[in-house]
């Protein structure tokens, strides 16, 4: 799970700064909605791999604390993103959006890789 999380995180990050031309940081977000990677499994991948680490972390060492906090920053990630993160990319993304949380989940990976319909240029 550690593994996992890690290079999930690497690939999220990376797709964030190269395609999004932002950051996951509210103070500096993307520019273009990334929907490409892990991103056409699950709608929060970074938080996804976060929470992954931190419970392979308590499985790796047996600690039930770790357990316990790997919950509770879920937890805090869920308020985060159905209070501010969700509304917040409706507004800068509209149906773009609409369409990706439409069709992706946000917590559980889907077993098949969505694919956005492409945006037909009407100039």
């Known amino acids: 799970m ?30 273009n909605l ?11 991948p970074i938080y996804v791999a976060l929470v992954a680490v931190i419970l392979g972390q308590a499985v790796l060492f047996g600690d039930q604390r770790l357990l316990g906090y790997g919950v ?4 805090a990630f869920h308020a985060f993103v159905v209070g501010y993160e969700e509304p917040a990319l409706v507004r800068m993304f509209g149906t773009e959006y609409e369409d990706f949380r439409a069709n992706v989940p946000r917590w559980i990976p889907r077993l098949t890789a969505w694919r956005a319909a492409r945006r037909r240029n009407h100039s």
């Open 72 to 75: 509770l920053v879920w937890l």
């Open 34 to 44: 990334v929907v490409t990677g892990l991103y056409r499994y699950v709608r929060n």
């Open 2 to 31: 550690i593994v996992a999380g890690l290079s999930g995180l690497v690939d999220s990050f990376a797709r964030f700064a190269l395609q999004g031309l932002g950051t996951p940081a509210p103070v500096a977000p993307t520019q």
